[in-house]
């Protein structure tokens, strides 16, 4: 299963990404996470990992990724993936997609284009993840990221732009056909609770998550997440039984 974890800049995207891919580590699955955001370099700390080398390395770096991103037509598996691009801690894999890194050097467009393609081509076995950590905002659904994964998990924290922009991405989900939930972050009350929940389809947030001092220390001190965080278990329980749904209507077919 391909989960794209989206939302506004600051939402909590990449604690969400590393949290949840150590609970699913942990129940036994392969979890291949995506560092697709061209500005985060603080990922792969979170997940107690070395930073990667660029992917778009592989392909010849990012000023041929148009050309080269177009001959990319056969399917891959976790197991063709280039170790030499991959960081790895237990069942737990980071690649990332590439940065920005000189002033200038122009647009992240090239990388968003290797994300799309790759999630379109990258196929999964039934006990594998993967979990998509997106730039902020929208503007992966306009180069089509979207297109090759499964499910969207938008993180709303409490501000009224992150209300604004869950609505306008479960409106894109629609226009691509995925289907979209929301995870409510940093919640430190129950009246922000209550009042987020009556601003968006409360039928479509999956879990709650409570504002938490242990996250923010680890994540200024960039250390590892080793912590348990109410909400995060409901999330991997969601996931597993969208899959074993799909898995289920697979063989029918």
Known sequence: ????????????????????????????????????????????????????????????????LFEKT????????????????????????????????????????????????????LDLEDEEFLLADTDAGIEHFGRGVEKGVDMLLVIIDPSQESILLAEKIFELGQQVDKPVYYVLNRISDQETQEFLLNSIDREKVIAIIPE??????????????????????EIGDMLESKKKDSVKATKRN
């Open 70 to 121: 177009k001959e990319l037509k056969d399917k891959w598996r976790l197991g063709d993936l280039p170790k030499d691009y991959l960081s790895k801690k237990g069942n737990i894999q980071l690649l990332s997609m590439g940065k920005i890194y000189q002033f200038g050097e122009g647009c992240a467009c090239p990388i968003n284009a290797l994300s799309s393609k790759f999630l379109e081509i």
């Open 1 to 64: 299963m391909k989960v794209l974890i989206c939302g506004k800049g600051g939402c909590g995207k990449s604690t969400i990404a590393a949290l949840l891919a150590k609970e699913m580590a942990l129940r036994n699955s392969k979890v291949l996470v995506i560092d697709s955001d061209e500005s985060n370099i603080g990922l792969h700390s979170r997940l107690g990992m070395q930073k990667p080398e660029d992917f778009m390395n592989y392909f010849g770096g990012k000023n041929l």
């Open 212 to 233: 938490n001092k242990e996250i923010f220390i680890s994540g200024l001190a960039g250390n590892e997440f080793s912590m348990d965080v109410e909400g995060i278990k």
